[in-house]
């Protein structure tokens, strides 16, 4: 009898474990759908709902690159090409080639953190489909540019000093290695209370 | 009565079999529906990397380990991480510690939930496979949010990690984490309860404690057979003696102590551990720097390492010999999957076609590990 107990038995559990799954996925009909219709029937571009951090296709300011060829050294890949040649004239560094081959790149990110301007940086852009591998080589320079130098104190010119102050703030945000960002930020607070205690937070 | 006449059959499994997690390949013998045994063919996705280690230099390396195994790369990154601390003698400051930990922890979720995902679908549940897989992206939305990518993370340097936690970080963690511990008793009753899932998987390829010490299975295998070996409980390593939290074993409580459904529900366990860990974690942090001070040319003395962690798939070896110049004169890396290979061959005998796909889904095998 036994045999004809445990048929049962299964038939039971397999019956009653069956519409319990079912039960849960019928409750998904409820709950808010996770999925996006990416690209075409979405209110916002992805591009730009990705965090601060992200890691997509590499830019270059080439108006504050100082040509320190940091970046080509610490690629694993080599993917980055510069050619930064002194002026023998006017003794001034000359940036004639600066490539990079994003087919090649593996967005590790290493480039971006030893700049000292934070020219060269990554965007939240991903989408880089193309038809060939040359098309994928971002050519940054057009003409031979000269390499921009650090100034002391605040840029003045008002055409760069932008684009350095973009960049100065992707390095205190993003890629100074180590850099404490939490307590930075709890201290940032505090120290907007201390400056304004009456006011709510 | 005569008896059938029956002739065996050698089929090929792979390497594009979906089924198959990565490109793996078996040769099948067969005789009907039933193996005589299945032959794993291992080195198709082989890319050298350990080879790449002698040419690139100790940072450089960094970001090709994310690639040893890409779905849980956080532990390949720490493993390489502390492999050249204790070559150089460097020590880690505690709050590059407990971000190692977080984001690793935060992997191990996410490694478990792909696994026992994809568990569902080789047997043929589709549902499952969805909602793991949605939980996982959340948790990649979390990781893309701290280190700007969601695979290859890269996030950790000799020394410690590359960026602190972002403000606000903490919070959506533990607010994710209160919304995960549901979701899995969800998951549970959706998949792993299952009177077919559950017949499908148990009593299927057992083994037992003695055979898998011998096998040298590590990780949630081994553990699966009964056998209570972590290496953050008995070698510890980084902070985790900080933290409490139980080792889940194998009970054979569904079947036979060893089979299938006990490695799946190691698994399961395990992710409620790595919660309570999480939780532990980020109440805890210490403030502080999280990147010790490594020069760039990091040139350490010469000898050698061995290194030890726990990854999602077990034991992860990383075996480093430095000559005191700025590129490792070797480096070896040992890797649960490819132990996990070994044993397929011996327990595939007697068993069906159909019950080698989940064999292979219960050994939680990804291929890149195998071959690195």
Redesign the interface.
């Known amino acids: 009898m036994s045999g004809v107990s445990d048929y049962v038995q299964?038939i039971k559990?397999?019956v009653s474990?069956?519409f319990?799954?079912m039960a849960?996925?019928a409750s998904h009909f409820m709950r808010k759908p996770?999925t996006v219709q990416y690209p075409d029937r979405m209110a916002v571009r992805v591009q730009d709902t990705?965090?601060?951090?992200?890691?997509g296709i590499l830019e270059v300011d080439l108006e504050i690159c100082t040509g320190c060829l940091a970046c080509e050294r610490?690629c694993?890949i080599d993917c980055i090409t510069i050619v930064a040649d002194k002026d023998p004239v006017t003794k001034q560094l000359l940036l004639s080639q600066f490539d990079i081959d994003i087919a090649k790149c593996?967005?590790?990110?290493?480039c971006s953190?030893?700049c000292p301007t934070g020219s060269i940086h990554?965007t939240t852009e991903f989408e880089g489909a193309d038809y060939s591998l040359e098309s994928l080589i971002r050519r940054f320079v057009k003409d031979p540019v000269i390499a921009y130098k650090p100034k002391k104190g605040p840029e003045t010119d008002q055409r760069i000093a932008p684009i350095l102050n973009r960049g100065m703030a992707y390095l205190d945000q993003?890629a100074i290695?180590?850099?404490?960002?939490?307590?930075k930020?709890?201290a940032d607070k505090a120290a907007a209370e201390t400056a304004a205690p009456g006011e709510p937070s | 009565m005569s008896t059938l006449r029956t002739e065996e059959m050698t089929l090929n499994m792979g390497p594009q079999h979906p089924s198959t997690h990565g490109v793996l390949r078996f040769v099948v013998r067969a005789d009907g529906e039933v193996m005589r045994e299945a032959i794993p063919d291992v080195g198709y996705l082989h890319r050298s990397i350990e080879k790449i280690a002698e040419k690139v230099g100790y940072h450089g390396f960094m970001p090709y380990t994310d690639r040893v195994d890409y779905v849980c790369a956080m532990f390949t990154n720490q493993g390489w991480g502390s492999a050249c601390e204790r070559l150089g003698n460097i020590e880690v400051p505690k709050r590059g510690e407990y971000c190692r930990v977080i984001a690793a922890e935060f992997n191990r979720l996410a490694s478990h939930l792909l696994s026992i995902g994809t568990m569902g679908m080789d047997i043929g549940a589709m549902t499952p496979f969805t909602h793991a897989i949605r939980e996982r992206e959340m948790i990649n939305d979390l990781i893309e949010e701290l280190c700007g990518a969601r695979l290859t993370f890269n996030y950790m340097r000799i020394g410690g990690v590359a960026w602190d936690l972002p403000p606000g970080w903490r919070e959506k963690s533990n607010a994710y984490l209160d919304h995960l511990e549901p979701i899995l008793d969800e998951f549970n009753n959706l998949l792993s309860y299952n009177k077919i899932y559950v017949e499908r998987l148990a009593n299927i390829g057992i083994i037992t404690a003695k055979e898998a010490i011998d096998y040298n299975l590590v990780g949630p295998n081994l553990r699966g057979c009964g056998v209570k070996w972590d290496i953050r409980k008995d070698i510890p390593y980084s902070v985790y003696p900080d933290f409490d939290f139980d080792v889940p074993v194998g009970n054979g409580h569904w079947g036979t102590l060893g089979d299938s459904m006990d490695r799946y529900m190691v698994r399961v366990f395990e992710m409620k551990e790595s919660v309570k860990i999480l939780r532990q974690a980020l109440a805890k942090i210490p403030s502080g720097p999280v990147l010790a001070k490594v020069p760039r040319n990091f040139k350490p003395p010469a000898g050698e390492c061995q290194i030890r962690v726990e990854s999602a798939r077990g034991d992860m070896g990383w075996y480093v010999v430095s000559d005191g110049t700025g590129y490792p004169w070797r480096v070896h890396v040992r890797t649960g999957s490819f132990a996990a290979m070994g044993i397929i061959q011996k327990l595939s005998q007697g068993l069906m076609i159909a019950d080698l796909v989940t064999l292979i889904a219960s050994l939680d095998v990804i291929a890149p590990e195998i071959d690195r």
Do not use: Q, V
């Open positions: 299964n559990e397999t474990t069956i319990e799954g849960i996925t996770y990705l965090p601060f951090r992200y890691r610490l694993p593996m967005y590790c990110g290493l953190e030893p990554h993003w290695p180590g850099s404490d960002a939490e307590a930020a709890a």
